[in-house]
């Protein structure tokens, strides 16, 4: 995940309170060298008040804060083939939300510098 972040606070959001809680044990596993067991992929995740969600209500409570001239739909179709890997215990799988944060902070620094949004980058 990249370390540069545009200063935009919905998308410091995104990342602290989804992104990295998604993708922490899979890029633990990654980086380890090793396969994750089973379940180990499968996040859990909470609300402003502590309680359980899951991704994908937590992102639409994200998504209906995005800046308006930011395009969220892309993000929305990563979290969800995220979670559907994490429950396959399909490491790669998981590991591809990676690509999709970049592809969002590019829209994010895009749309702070008032340009047209660049085109995302297509999975390898």
Do not use: Y
């Not at 596993?29 to 909470?46: F, I, M, S, Y």
């Not at 702070?112 to 390898?124: E, I, Q, S, V, Y």
């Amino acid at each position: 995940m990249s370390k540069l972040i545009p200063p935009h606070p919905w998308l410091a959001r995104v990342r602290h309170d989804l992104a990295k809680r998604l993708l922490w044990v899979a890029r633990d596993c990654r980086d380890a060298g090793r396969q994750p067991a089973p379940g180990e992929l499968v996040a859990t995740l909470v609300d402003d008040e502590g309680q359980p969600i899951d991704a994908i209500s937590l992102w639409n409570s994200l998504a209906e804060q995005a800046p308006a001239e930011i395009s969220v739909v892309e993000f929305r179709s990563a979290i969800v083939a995220c979670v559907d890997a994490a429950e396959r215990n399909d490491l790669a799988g998981v590991l591809g939300l990676e690509l999709a944060f970049e592809q969002l902070i590019e829209r994010v620094a895009s749309s702070l510098n008032g340009a047209a949004p660049t085109p995302t980058r297509k999975a390898r």
